[in-house]
């Protein structure tokens, strides 16, 4: 985007933003002896309907672990997948810098049940978040517009005033079909650096 009307709202998805998925899905393969690649067949054997609520985080890796025989392994999984290094610690950080320049901060995700408490604990400060719009508590999920109007609705905003950072092209689409201001956000090493960067100087510059 080459020019920039202020908004009211900075919505930031997680996987791929705050969360590098990837590397945790990496880690617990190489953790469990097993193909990466075999995990994420798993996973996304049924995520829609378990980002719709359907199935709860902890009993998505209970059905994984089950089927590779490790279920023995569920706690140390879950404490892989939690590592506070998996979550991107500068942009944590960016959220606070937007925080106190008073914007408004919400997350639209699509999750399974049972993260929410966990991020809000362990990965931000939940006074910073206003509004936490999680696919398996709303029923919708990116980029179904719905989900967004949705979210429209909630903060009571629309178009220009809200600045969405999402990592997918199609979720973004979304977005944009509703006048939203968005940015396809990549993370990971210098990208993430230059993501964040490029953030800062669009909403933070004077």
Same mark, same amino acid.
């Given at each position: 985007?080459?020019?920039?009307?202020? $908004?009211?709202?900075?919505?930031?998805?997680?996987?791929?933003?705050? %969360?590098?998925?990837?590397?945790?899905?990496?880690?617990?393969?190489? %953790?469990? /002896?097993?193909? =990466?690649? =075999? &995990?994420?067949?798993?996973?996304?054997? +049924?995520? *829609?309907? +378990?980002?719709? /609520?359907?199935?709860?985080?902890?009993?998505?890796?209970?059905?994984?672990?089950?089927?590779? +025989?490790?279920?023995?392994?569920?706690?140390?999984? @879950?404490?892989?997948?939690?590592?506070?290094?998996?979550?991107?610690?500068?942009?944590?950080?960016?959220?606070?810098? @937007?925080?106190?320049?008073?914007?408004?901060?919400? &997350? #639209?995700?699509?999750?399974?049940?049972?993260?929410?408490?966990? %991020?809000?604990? !362990?990965?931000?400060?939940?006074?910073?978040?206003?509004?936490?719009?999680?696919?398996? +508590?709303? *029923?919708?999920?990116? $980029?179904?517009?719905?989900? %967004?109007?949705? #979210?429209?609705?909630? @903060?009571?905003?629309?178009?220009?005033?809200?600045?969405? &950072?999402?990592?997918?092209?199609?979720? &973004?689409?979304?977005?944009?079909?509703?006048?939203? =201001?968005?940015?396809?956000?990549?993370?990971? !090493?210098?990208?993430?650096?230059?993501?964040?960067?490029?953030?800062?100087?669009?909403?933070?510059? $004077?």
């Amino acid at each position: 985007m080459n020019t920039l009307h202020k $908004p009211k709202w900075i919505v930031f998805d997680i996987g791929g933003v705050l %969360f590098d998925s990837l590397s945790a899905l990496k880690e617990i393969s190489e %953790f469990l /002896g097993v193909e =990466q690649t =075999q &995990i994420i067949e798993m996973i996304t054997e +049924n995520l *829609g309907d +378990n980002e719709l /609520g359907k199935m709860s985080f902890n009993n998505v890796w209970v059905n994984i672990l089950n089927r590779l +025989n490790k279920l023995k392994e569920h706690e140390n999984v @879950l404490k892989i997948w939690w590592d506070i290094k998996r979550w991107s610690k500068d942009m944590r950080l960016l959220m606070l810098e @937007l925080h106190k320049k008073g914007y408004r901060l919400a &997350i #639209v995700t699509n999750n399974w049940r049972g993260m929410k408490e966990k %991020f809000l604990k !362990d990965v931000v400060e939940s006074t910073v978040i206003e509004y936490f719009f999680e696919s398996s +508590n709303e *029923g919708m999920r990116k $980029p179904d517009i719905q989900f %967004f109007k949705l #979210v429209e609705a909630r @903060l009571d905003a629309s178009g220009e005033d809200i600045f969405f &950072i999402d990592d997918s092209d199609i979720n &973004i689409e979304s977005a944009k079909s509703l006048r939203w =201001q968005t940015f396809h956000y990549i993370l990971g !090493d210098a990208h993430e650096k230059q993501s964040n960067e490029l953030i800062r100087q669009l909403l933070l510059s $004077p």
